[in-house]
């Protein structure tokens, strides 16, 4: 049974070890400015489009549901606040995070796992870089920064198609969406909580991705293996701390 | 045996192991100022391991391992930084970074070692001298994917000794190329050992490239490999030593090694060409 349970205990120790160390980082020199910009153009620019896509087809049906579900209650008209809450609590930061996950976890993991298996890791150490500064950390702070921000965009595309949905198939007006929407979210819970989410998923799964990477061994193969690890491991961890989060939140009395 | 001298790199019985598994057994050797090292051995044996364990990038289990007489098994990895700074390796497969120029990964060491102090304009200057002393003058935007292996590893000769390191390692500088392409790489080790007065490690399989490395010397003034013997020694030795299994069977000069008996420690030699 102890066997059993040694192999992910040293793993978690090694994760932990090197969230401390790519976050401890971020206030040491030297910085790689450029690297993280790169990374930033890299994860968040690179994900615009898929993330502005999944945004709006959840706000479509996200809105074709609660309508549905509304009606029962002659209260179509309060779609907009539907929308509003379960995309910007639930739907913008978790269903961007799993799509960051499937792009730029494995990304990492395969980028990093094929620079492992190629010694490029190791030459990166003989000469004279900690490549946890160099390569985790400008990818730990690139999606920790460009996830809240390409979730807020999910979030406002995903309103604009149920403000599609609402003036084409459940005849409201744009004031009567808009009105409803607007007003539906919290500041101090909704946009928090709809901004902590992504942070920390970003951080996750870019810790992952680099986590997998970074321990590939067997060639061709373990980059293959490092890279679905990672995207299975980033999809569980996403959720399970979605849960955490939102019982946090719930739990002090927010909506 | 050179007792008065300072080793540059001393083992002192180290052993390593991977995950339970040992890849090193009790390992003891001293390599001094000057000296060329050609470790023989099966793959498995624990070549690349001694090499990586005298960068400490592997860390011992036990023993100790010494580079200019400073001990570094028990340093942390940010204060080996200074101390690899002096030290050349040449990877297996080359271990270029494939998003980098050749220019760029030539440079590499020079922008980033701290201990190096190289001004910025000095840094082109360096990196075009270090290449074309490897004969790649041409390729400086050029990326390595888009060399062929011999000229990849030309290149990552270049970055290993561009910083002008007093001890360079070169794990297996002549695996899965041509025989001439193998020539030309050996030939160049041996150009710049002679030239620059370094201490080298050869690790290698091929018992020809220990041959050429223990018995050529560089001659400068005409450019090219001259015989070392017949009186043209070059002052300085080259050590054999064989790995089987993680442990050091063999270590002596060339004559010791082709009169040993040893079974495994022969079937080196016999495969001279």
Redesign the interface.
């Known amino acids: 049974m102890l066997d059993l349970l040694k192999g992910p205990a040293i793993a978690a120790e090694e994760f932990f070890t090197l969230t401390g160390r790519a976050l401890r980082n971020i206030f040491r020199s030297p910085h790689y400015s450029a690297d993280i910009i790169i990374q930033m153009d890299t994860i968040g620019v690179g994900s615009f489009l898929v993330i502005v896509l999944v945004g709006f087809f959840a706000g479509v049906v996200m809105a074709l549901q609660m309508a549905h579900a509304l009606r029962s209650y002659g209260q179509v008209s309060k779609t907009g606040t539907l929308v509003a809450i379960t995309l910007a609590r639930e739907l913008g930061p978790v269903l961007s995070a799993l799509m960051m996950a499937g792009r730029n976890a494995t990304g990492i993991a395969s980028e990093l796992g094929s620079m492992k298996v190629t010694e490029q890791i190791d030459a990166m150490r003989a000469l004279g870089t900690d490549p946890v500064q160099k390569l985790v950390t400008p990818r730990v702070v690139a999606t920790g920064v460009m996830l809240p921000m390409l979730t807020v965009i999910a979030d406002f595309v995903g309103l604009f198609g149920g403000w599609l949905v609402a003036i084409l198939f459940l005849g409201l007006t744009s004031v009567q969406y808009w009105n409803t929407a607007w007003r539906a979210l919290d500041w101090k819970d909704d946009v928090l909580q709809g901004l902590l989410k992504p942070l920390v998923f970003g951080l996750t799964l870019s810790l992952i991705g680099c986590f997998y990477g970074l321990r590939t061994t067997g060639g061709t193969q373990g980059v293959g293996r490092a890279t679905t690890q990672a995207m299975v491991a980033s999809a569980v961890f996403i959720l399970i701390l979605d849960v955490m989060i939102t019982k946090v939140f719930v739990g002090q009395g927010g909506g | 045996m050179k007792s008065s001298e300072s080793p540059i790199l001393r083992f002192e019985k180290v052993s390593v192991a991977f995950d339970g598994v040992p890849a090193l057994i009790d390992v003891s050797f001293a390599a001094y100022a000057s000296d060329t090292r050609v470790i023989l051995g099966a793959a498995g044996s624990g070549k690349t391991v001694l090499l ?1 364990t005298a ?1 400490g ?1 592997a860390r011992p289990d036990s023993g100790q391992v010494f580079i200019f007489e400073k001990r570094i098994d028990n340093l942390k ?2 204060d080996l ?1 200074d101390i ?2 002096q ?1 050349g ?1 040449l ?3 080359s ?4 998003s980098l120029t050749i220019e760029e990964n030539v440079a ?2 020079l922008e ?5 102090h190289c001004p910025p304009e000095q840094i082109r200057p360096r990196v075009v001298e270090t290449l074309e002393f490897v004969e790649l003058g041409g390729t400086l935007e050029k990326f390595p994917s888009e060399l062929s292996g011999g000229m990849r590893r030309r290149a990552a000769i270049a ?1 290993a000794v561009v910083t002008g390191p007093r001890l360079v390692l070169y794990d297996s500088p002549t695996a899965g190329l041509d025989p001439i392409t193998a020539h030309t790489i050996i030939e160049l080790l041996i150009k710049h050992r002679d030239v620059a007065h370094t201490t080298t490690l050869v690790v290698t399989h091929r018992y020809q490239d220990g041959n050429l490395v223990a018995n050529f010397r560089y001659n400068s003034e005409q450019g090219r490999l001259e015989p070392a013997r017949n009186g043209n020694g070059r002052g300085a030795r080259t050590i054999f030593m064989v790995l089987r299994e993680g442990r050091l069977v063999f270590e002596g000069d060339q004559e010791q090694l082709e009169s040993s008996t040893d079974e495994y420690v022969s079937k080196f030699v016999k495969r001279r060409e």
């Open positions: 990586k960068l990038l990895e940010r930084i690899r700074s030290v390796m990877f297996q497969e271990a270029l970074f494939d590499y060491p980033n070692q701290r201990a190096i970055r």
